[in-house]
T-cell receptor, first 110, second 112 residues
Framework: DAKTTQPTSMDCAEGRAANLPCNHSTISGNEYVYWYRQIHSQGPQYIIHGLKNNETNEMASLIITEDRKSSTLILPHATLRDTAVYYCIVPHQAGTALIFGKGTTLSVSS | NAGVTQTPKFRVLKTGQSMTLLCAQDMNHEYMYWYRQDPGMGLRLIHYSVGEGTTAKGEVPDGYNVSRLKKQNFLLGLESAAPSQTSVYFC???????????FGPGTRLTVL
């Protein structure tokens, strides 16, 4: 897996957008960027993934830079329930183990 | 549609005891995985399976065995539990060649 770098922690006010950055400068041309989150004591939950185009689903948006060396996960209107550890993962190949690093602990407060 | 379920949710063992953790999925996924998560750490892969009857070692396989006799089930065994195996164990499944993995709720194991 390509190495990823994320900030250790971030804070966000409830109702505001949360922008979580990730650097993956060694990413290869055919490797996707995946985002998962883990709410306290629960199993990780898939959020979104992308290759080079921006992606949006009901949970979040993913913005990938043109050179693909970094990306940003956007939670448009953060709620208290979005407080979790967010993991940016670049799997080397499909259907293999996901390498979960330390991730970013997002704290949403009212 | 229950997704991925794990049995039991909690367990306390004494050193040297054995046990089996059960993972079941109802999504007809080919691939299944067992991870462990220690406090403050990310998940680490123990073993995985790419189909019924096949298993392979992951990053931290020592002290564990697995079996995939049925497509929907993936069993993780501890033959002789050690305190170092105190952890939270997560099972996951996915379609083949897909990195969208679906995780179970976890089993919290304490070995005294």
């Amino acid at each position: 897996d390509a190495k990823t770098t994320q900030p250790t922690s971030m804070d966000c006010a409830e109702g505001r957008a949360a922008n979580l950055p990730c650097n993956h400068s060694t990413i290869s041309g055919n490797e996707y960027v995946y985002w998962y989150r883990q709410i306290h004591s629960q199993g990780p939950q898939y959020i979104i993934h992308g290759l080079k185009n921006n992606e949006t689903n009901e949970m979040a948006s993913l913005i990938i830079t043109e050179d693909r060396k970094s990306s940003t996960l956007i939670l448009p209107h953060a709620t208290l329930r979005d407080t979790a550890v967010y993991y940016c993962i670049v799997p080397h190949q499909a259907g293999t183990a996901l390498i979960f690093g330390k991730g970013t602990t997002l704290s949403v407060s009212s | 549609n229950a997704g991925v379920t794990q049995t039991p949710k909690f367990r306390v063992l004494k050193t040297g005891q054995s046990m089996t953790l059960l993972c079941a999925q109802d999504m007809n996924h080919e691939y299944m995985y067992w991870y462990r998560q220690d406090p403050g750490m990310g998940l680490r892969l123990i073993h995985y399976s790419v189909g019924e009857g096949t298993t392979a070692k992951g990053e931290v396989p020592d002290g564990y065995n697995v079996s995939r006799l049925k497509k929907q089930n993936f069993l993780l065994g501890l033959e002789s539990a050690a305190p170092s195996q105190t952890s939270v164990y997560f099972c996951a499944s996915s379609p083949p060649s897909d990195n969208e993995q679906f995780f179970g709720p976890g089993t919290r194991l304490t070995v005294l």
